[in-house]
Nanobody, 121 residues
């Protein structure tokens, strides 16, 4: 009943920018942390950047100074502004959210289907 739908990935040259988005829909009471992970071929999924419901960010060292997360709680949507992209940023980017579906439940992690980001000349 809860869905995370991502958009905005694609192919970009080194040094370029992308701004993928993720919208959560369905039976949602509240969302705690919401953000982005990525998984490159042959590697484990890793945190890129996430934000709490009060907009406190949590990010990987690889994102520092280049990526910025923004969040609209009213729209249950999060964006990831990615600048100065490098070939090593190539991965499938997954939206993640800890969602509470009603007042009696604890937050449960949900994942989007993933969006491919390829950085190549």
């Amino acid at each position: 009943q809860v869905q995370l739908v991502e958009s905005g990935g694609g192919l970009v040259q080194p040094g370029g920018s992308l701004r993928p988005s993720c919208a959560a829909s369905g039976s949602i009471f509240s969302i705690a942390a919401m953000g982005w992970y990525r998984q490159a071929p042959g590697k484990e999924r890793e945190l890129v950047e996430s934000a709490t419901s009060t907009y406190v960010p949590n990010y990987a060292d690889s994102a520092k100074g280049r990526f910025t997360i923004s969040r609209d709680n009213a729209k249950n949507t999060v964006w990831l502004q990615m600048n100065s992209l490098k070939p090593e940023d190539t991965a499938v980017y997954y939206c993640h959210a800890d969602i509470q579906v009603d007042v009696f439940s604890s937050p449960i992690p949900y994942w989007g289907q993933g969006t491919q980001v390829t950085v190549s000349s």
